[in-house]
């Protein structure tokens, strides 16, 4: 996943190309009305077919929850909306997807769609440099050399993920050596340094204690004022408390959709009331 990740925030040999196409998406996002729009979504691994007719609107401004049992599809759809399902050999994908009101696969160059919408994956992926250099390696990538605004935006970065203090004296320090606690809320740093517009997290707490879990879910509450969050998550707890809406995934297909607080308290549906009360899944 490391080796992905550092795909995706690119080589020095692209860096113009994506300063362009950065800038060329900033300018473009607009006033539409949702983050993302999935109409008539198929998505299919070879022959087999992980993502049926998936058709959601995904708010500004919100927090959306996956939910759904192990291989339901929800890392894949995940995946789908920042193109990085690109790699994976033998995916195909139809249907529609628009951020911002721009067709991903069409209209979006897809190396600033990953700026824009940035991943956090289950394991925190920190790359083996210094804590600043983690933070500072996407502004880095995106042209911003000054060492006086790295430093700012990396300070920024790490108080908006809620870790400043505790590391702001160790940012010399190679980022492997904190705890898995301390290196998620690292790397939810890193993405917010390249100034994402959506974050995606995969199962982002899975790996934590409670006391972490509860920083990175405070946090995920606070950067919804400025940030779209997508979370996968297997805690109804977890989706009950964080999210707006909430999106129950079942064998590829999207069952049900809804406010979180309408869909645990009167699922319209038999299966979405069967998951989320454990009795299956
Ligand atoms: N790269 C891949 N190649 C082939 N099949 C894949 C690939 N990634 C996922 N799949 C298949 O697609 C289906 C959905 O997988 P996905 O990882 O999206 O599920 P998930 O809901 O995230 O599950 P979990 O809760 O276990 O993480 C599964 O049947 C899985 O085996
Ligand atoms: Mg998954």
């Known amino acids: 996943m490391t080796e992905m990740t550092t795909t995706l925030i690119g080589s020095g040999a692209a860096k113009a190309t994506e300063q362009e196409a950065v800038r060329v998406s900033q300018e473009a996002a607009g006033d539409a009305e949702y983050t993302f729009s999935v ?3 198929d998505l299919f691994y ?4 992980a993502l049926k ?3 959601m609107n995904i708010e500004k401004n919100h927090i959306t929850a996956l939910i759904g049992p192990s ?3 929800k890392s894949t759809f995940l995946k789908t909306l920042n193109r990085m399902n690109d790699w994976v050999e033998g995916c195909r994908v139809t249907g529609k997807i628009q951020f911002e009101g721009k067709d991903i696969f ?3 160059d897809p190396l600033a769609l990953r700026y824009r919408v940035g991943m956090v994956f289950q394991q925190p992926t920190p790359f083996p440099k210094s804590i600043f250099e983690n933070v ?3 502004p880095r990538i995106q042209g911003i050399s000054n060492k006086k605004e790295l430093a700012e935006i990396v300070e920024q970065s790490l108080r908006q993920a809620v870790i400043w203090d505790e590391l702001k004296d160790r940012l010399n320090e190679s980022a492997l050596g904190l705890s898995g606690g301390q290196q998620q809320r690292l790397c939810i740093a890193r993405t917010l340094a390249a100034r994402p517009s959506v974050i995606l997290m995969d199962e982002p707490t899975s790996a934590l204690d409670p006391i972490s879990t509860q920083k990175i879910e405070d946090l995920a509450l606070e950067l919804k004022k400025d940030y779209t969050i997508v979370i996968v998550t297997h805690s109804m707890q977890q989706a009950r408390r964080i999210s707006d809406k909430t999106a129950f995934f079942l064998l590829g297909e999207l069952i049900e959709f809804n406010d979180t ?7 319209s549906n038999a299966q979405t009331e069967a998951y989320i009360t454990g009795r299956f899944g």
């Open 53 to 55: 007719n998936i058709n």
């Open 261 to 267: 607080v309408d869909m645990f308290t009167q699922p």
């Open 136 to 138: 500072a390696y996407g």
């Open 46 to 49: 070879d022959q087999t077919q």
């Open 39 to 41: 109409e008539g979504l």
């Open 106 to 108: 069409k209209e979006v």
């Open 71 to 73: 291989g339901c599809g």
